[in-house]
C-alpha cells in the first residue's frame, strides 16, 4: 500500500520500510485514525503541507471576502444586503480561525500575511474572476460555496485536530451560504426575461472557474498521493470534482439554466456525468497571477493590511502596558 513510488514534487512517499521507527508510529497513528495534536511528533513535510494548505485555505476565505464585498453597497434590498453582510463577514471569520490552526504548527501569523502579500503564497484561483452583476453573488453562493463544501466535508475528518475541528463549523456556515445563493438565483430565474439572462450570463462565467477550485487531475497533482496517505487530504481532487458535477447538474436544470458544457452529459454505465475538459493553460495562467483581477486582489489585500497597521499598532501597545501593569502589581 506504501510502496507507490509516486512523485509528489518535493518527495516521494516513502514506503514504511523507508521511514524511521518514528515516522513508522506516526503512519499508524493517522492509519487508524488517531488524531494529531500540536504538540505530538509530526515529520517535518507533514507539518509543511499542513502550514502550506491551511494557509492557503485562509487565505482564499480573506481575499475570498473582496469580489463579494464588492456588491454590499448595491444589494437590491435591505433584506439582501443584511444577508450578504453575513456571509462576508463570515467569510473572514473562517480566515481566523484557520491562521489560528496554522499557528499552532509554530509559524506566525506575520509571517503567514507576508507570504500573501509578496505573492510567495497561493489562494484558491477563483477569487481572480470578476462580479460584474448582482446575479454573480448568487453564482458564487451556489457553485464556489459549493464547491468548497464539497471539498470542506470530508476535509472534517483531516488527521490533523486544529484544522479538522475548525473545518466542522466552517462546513455549517458555508452550507448556509450555499442556501442563500441558490436562492437568490431561483428569485432572478423566477423573475423578468433580463434577471433569468443575468443568472445566465453568470452560470456561463463562473462554471469552468469552479471546476478549477479542486485542483489540477490526479495524476497532474503534485501533492495528492504524500497529503492522501497522511489524511491532510481524504478524497481527490478529480473524485470531487466529478461530485460537484453530479450534484450541480440537477440544480441549474430545476433553476431552467443551461450548464455551459457541450460535452456534459449523463452516462448510464458510469453512473456520472461525463463532462469536457477544463482549459488548463487559463487555470494555470490564474495561479500563476496572470488572471484577470491578480493584481487588484492582491493590491486591495496590502492596501487594507496598511490601513490596518494603527490598530494593530494601538492594541499591541495597549497589550504591553497591560502586561507591564500587572508585573508592577505582582512585585508590589
Ligand atoms: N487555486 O498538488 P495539488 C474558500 C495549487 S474555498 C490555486 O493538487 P493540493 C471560499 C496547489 O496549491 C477555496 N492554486 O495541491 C469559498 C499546488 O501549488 P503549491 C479554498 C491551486 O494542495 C467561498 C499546485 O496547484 N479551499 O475559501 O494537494 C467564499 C498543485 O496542486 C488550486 C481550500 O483551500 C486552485 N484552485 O490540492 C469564500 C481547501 N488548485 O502549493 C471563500 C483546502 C491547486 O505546491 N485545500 N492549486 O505551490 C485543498 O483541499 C487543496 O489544497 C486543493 C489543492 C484541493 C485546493
Given amino acids: 500500500m506504501y510502496a507507490q513510488m509516486v512523485d509528489t514534487g518535493v518527495d516521494r512517499v516513502k514506503s514504511m520500510e523507508e521511514m524511521s521507527p518514528e515516522e513508522q508510529a ?20 507533514y507539518r509543511k503541507t499542513l502550514i502550506r494548505q491551511i494557509s492557503q485555505h ?28 453575513a456571509k462576508v463577514q463570515d467569510e473572514g471569520g473562517h480566515g481566523l480561525y484557520l491562521y489560528c490552526a ?13 507570504a500573501l502579500h509578496t505573492g510567495k503564497a497561493k489562494y484558491s ?21 459549493g464547491a468548497a463544501i464539497m471539498n470542506q466535508v470530508p476535509l472534517q475528518r483531516c488527521s490533523y485536530g486544529p484544522y479538522g475541528r475548525a473545518m466542522v463549523r466552517i462546513c455549517k456556515e458555508e452550507s448556509f451560504h450555499q442556501r442563500q445563493g441558490y436562492d437568490l438565483l431561483l428569485a432572478m430565474c423566477r423573475g423578468t426575461e433580463e434577471q433569468k439572462k443575468m443568472a445566465q450570463d453568470a452560470l456561463n462565467r463562473w462554471w469552468w472557474p469552479s471546476l478549477m477550485m479542486f485542483g489540477p487531475h490526479d495524476d497532474q497533482s503534485a501533492h495528492s ?19 460537484f458535477v453530479d450534484q ?5 436544470e430545476f433553476l431552467g439554466l443551461t450548464v455551459p458544457d457541450p460535452a456534459l452529459r449523463w452516462n448510464e454505465e458510469r453512473g456520472h456525468y461525463d463532462f469536457g475538459e477544463i482549459n488548463w493553460k487559463e487555470f494555470f495562467a490564474v495561479v500563476k497571477g496572470n488572471g484577470p483581477c491578480n493584481k487588484e486582489r492582491l493590491q486591495a489585500r496590502v492596501e487594507a493590511y496598511e490601513a490596518g497597521r494603527w490598530v494593530r499598532d494601538a492594541a499591541l501597545a495597549y497589550a504591553q502596558k497591560h502586561e507591564s501593569d500587572s508585573d508592577r502589581r505582582l512585585v508590589a
Fill in 125 to 145: 484561483s477563483i477569487f481572480n474572476y470578476p462580479t460584474l452583476n448582482w446575479a454573480d453573488i448568487g453564482a458564487i453562493g451556489w457553485l464556489v460555496d
Fill in 26 to 45: 506516526f503512519q499508524k497513528r493517522i492509519d487508524e485514525g488517531i488524531r494529531i495534536e500540536p504538540k505530538d511528533f509530526m515529520p517535518e513535510g
Fill in 102 to 114: 496554522a499557528e499552532t504548527l509554530g509559524v506566525s501569523r506575520d509571517e503567514l500575511l507576508d
Fill in 58 to 85: 485562509a487565505h482564499s476565505e480573506i481575499v475570498g471576502m473582496l469580489p463579494e464585498g464588492n456588491w454590499v453597497t448595491r444589494a437590491p434590498s435591505l433584506k439582501r444586503k443584511a444577508i450578504l453582510l
Fill in 225 to 243: 498521493a504524500q497529503s492522501m496517505q497522511w489524511k491532510i487530504k481524504i478524497e481527490s481532487n478529480d473524485s470531487l470534482r466529478q461530485r
Fill in 248 to 252: 450541480t447538474v440537477p440544480q441549474a
